[in-house]
């Protein structure tokens, strides 16, 4: 992959060039916080002037396992109703 280098404070008085990690790995809260969190890959990008941006590199595949995390504890807490067919989880 392409690597990216930024002029960041090294010390109390140094500033150096600085390689930025590309990609990282992220555990954001996107859904319910009771579920387990997908982890996915993002990209930094930084350009002049002090911007910066940070982009998705998964394509969107946090999706599908956030839906399967929170199917999962669905089933989990509402195991009895599930299994007595009062509640029917869609997912």
Same mark, same amino acid.
Request: proline content about 4%.
């Given at each position: 992959?392409?690597?990216?280098?930024?002029?960041?404070?090294?010390?109390?008085?140094?500033?150096?060039?600085?390689?930025?990690?590309?990609?990282?790995?992220?555990?954001?809260?996107?859904?319910?916080?009771?579920?387990?969190?997908?982890?996915?890959?993002?990209?930094?990008?930084?350009?002049?002037?002090?911007?910066?941006? #940070?982009? $998705?590199?998964?394509?969107?595949?946090? !999706? %599908?396992?956030?839906?399967?995390?929170? &199917?999962?504890? #669905?089933? $989990?807490?509402?195991?009895?109703?599930? !299994? %007595?067919?009062?509640?029917?989880?869609? &997912?």
């Amino acid at each position: 992959g392409t690597t990216q280098q930024v002029t960041a404070k090294t010390g109390v008085a140094t500033v150096g060039g600085v390689v930025v990690p590309n990609p990282v790995e992220l555990t954001p809260y996107r859904t319910f916080a009771e579920a387990e969190q997908p982890t996915s890959q993002f990209i930094f990008r930084f350009r002049e002037g002090m911007k910066a941006g #940070l982009f $998705e590199a998964d394509g969107g595949a946090w !999706k %599908n396992k956030a839906i399967q995390n929170v &199917a999962n504890y #669905l089933n $989990e807490q509402l195991a009895d109703e599930v !299994k %007595n067919e009062k509640v029917t989880i869609i &997912a």
